[in-house]
């Protein structure tokens, strides 16, 4: 009996090739739609599905391969003779191959403008139905859903040796493949219902590329994309000069990204290892690096930096002086992107940072599970503030404290960050207790801590630190309130002629 494939695809890339191959080798070929059409076009002996049905595609469409002459030819074990009975009795031939690949929904939910009623007619049903038949089998049939396997296909085909391993690798990808496509479906749908934490939590991923290593040489690590990208993210940049990122770069780069994201103004952010060691803001980008710069000139070094608004030349001069990582930016002026290619080893990035918007969920592994929590975009304005010392803070004070406020919720907890005309010069990261946090920061800063305002991710529940920040010359605190001790930091704060602003917000980062 001659060997039958089945081949239905919209991506319909070296389809024609593929089945002349196969035709070459002695398969009769079933197909439906637009994909016969383009075969019988090509020169290809195309055989109508609903032939073999007896049945006509109906429901626009909708209706045209879900039937047991197709499901029975895709499912039945060649080596069971029970299976071969049944066929033989109710007239099914076997299917041999099956080439499908589905309807295009995710470049449907992108498009715009797109309607609610055009994304529910491109689910394929049919078409997942069939790979899944195939793969099921895939002892006997070889499944085939990405046209960059034909021409391995074809190759298995020109050997008689046991192809088992292989046709099980297509299966698998095959799972993958619908596994993907029905995540991104239940995902559109929990977007329309708008339930936020489900009964069951599924995800999807892309890979962007494998890494070299991950955090350290002897880890292996890729990197994998959200499949449906409606914003500006780290996933979708531009990289114009530089070796690929890795690993730490990704992790560093996007903590950056995401500190970016609250400030509105000329706005310039380092970071090492996850956490902000410089943040400044100007009436121009090169004012707000060169804040950014000063705020921490040691910690700096090969660190990456982001910048909200196109690199100009003069921006360009301050970065390349030292040793920088990464830089990412909106743009690059000709002739700063000149003298930052200059240096070899700096990668440089093309992100539209004003268009970036923060993903809704944050997930963390752990062991056997997964956290899953809203992602910690609460803003704090004037009109929240509490005053609750007998010092009321100055104008001057209040913009530098909601500037030290956007920080520290970016800084590993627990957190200080000291901060003065618009510009961190302090920064206590991931200690394991808050005066540890302050005395680093405070360190830092040195004599620029007079006259210097104080933000901390979280309440006093000691007077500690209030008393650090006072012998260091600190003259106005931000902290969230609410500890059961909150009067005896208040109290300090009096006594030294502090003024303290709560805001109810605390912002644990661990």
């Known amino acids: ?35 016969i059409r383009l075969l019988k076009e090509s020169g290809v002996q195309a055989i109508p599905v609903e032939e073999v049905t007896n049945f ?28 071969r009975a049944q066929m033989e009795e109710h007239h099914i031939a076997p299917i041999d191959l ?40 895939f002892a006997d049939v070889f499944v085939v859903a990405d046209p960059s396997d034909y021409p391995s296909v074809l190759a298995a085909l020109e050997t008689e040796e046991d192809n088992y391993a292989f046709r099980q690798q297509l299966a698998a990808k095959v799972f993958r493949h619908t596994a993907h496509y029905d995540a991104m479906i239940a995902a559109y749908f ?67 990204l995401e500190i970016l994201r609250d400030y509105s103004e000329p706005s310039a952010v380092a970071v090492k290892h996850m956490n902000p060691c410089g943040i400044g803001i100007g009436a121009t980008l090169a004012e707000a690096f060169g804040r950014t710069y000063e705020a921490d000139p040691i910690s700096i070094f090969g660190g990456i930096v982001a910048c909200n608004r196109p690199v100009d030349v003069q ?7 030292i040793f920088l990582e990464i830089v990412v ?17 700096i990668r440089l990035l093309e992100l539209d940072v004003s268009n970036q918007q923060a993903d809704q969920k944050r997930m963390t592994t752990v062991d056997g599970g997964v956290l899953i929590q809203d992602l910690d975009v609460k803003e704090v304005t004037n009109e929240d503030l509490e005053v609750v010392t007998e010092k009321q803070p100055t104008e001057a004070e209040i913009a530098d404290l909601l500037f030290a406020w956007k920080a520290v919720k970016h800084v590993k907890s627990n957190a200080i960050v000291l901060a003065k005309d618009a510009q961190t010069i302090g920064v206590g990261a991931g200690q394991m207790n808050r005066i ?18 104080l933000a901390s991710d979280a309440f006093f529940p000691m ?34 002629g502090i003024a303290m602003v709560t805001t109810a917000v605390r912002h644990f980062k661990h």
């Open 463 to 496: 007077p500690d630190t209030v008393e650090a920040a006072a012998k260091a010359g600190v003259t106005a605190i931000i902290q969230p309130g609410g500890s059961k001790r909150d009067q005896d930091s208040i109290d300090v704060c009096n006594q030294y």
């Open 56 to 83: 006509p595609e109906m429901l626009d469409g909708r209706v045209k391969t879900l039937h047991p002459m197709i499901h029975g030819g895709l499912l039945g074990k060649r080596t069971n003779e029970d299976h």
């Open 436 to 453: 540890g946090a302050a005395e680093i920061a405070i360190k830092q800063a040195g004599d620029r801590a007079k006259g210097a305002v």
């Open 315 to 321: 921006t360009a001069e301050q970065l390349s002086s």
């Open 190 to 256: 929990q977007t329309q219902t708008e339930e936020v934490f489900p009964e069951t939590y599924t995800v999807t991923y892309e890979k962007v590329q494998d890494l070299r290593y991950g955090e350290n040489p002897h880890q292996q690590a890729a990197f994998y994309k959200a499949p449906i990208q409606h914003e500006a993210t780290l996933a979708t940049a531009n990289q114009l000069h530089g070796k690929e990122l890795s690993y730490n770069n990704i992790q560093d780069t996007n903590a950056a």
């Open 1 to 35: 009996m001659k060997k039958r494939a089945l081949i239905s695809v919209s991506d319909k890339t070296g389809v024609a090739e593929f089945a002349k191959g196969l035709e070459a080798k002695g398969f009769e070929i079933l197909s439906t739609g637009g994909t």
């Open 329 to 345: 930016a909106p743009s690059f002026e000709a002739d700063a992107l000149a003298l930052l290619t200059e240096k070899k080893n």
């Open 98 to 137: 099956v080439a499908v690949n589905l309807y295009p929904f995710k470049e449907t939910v992108q498009k715009s403008g797109v309607s609610h009623d055009e994304i529910i007619e491109n689910i394929d049903i049919g078409g997942p139905s069939m790979l899944r038949s195939a793969a099921k089998n």
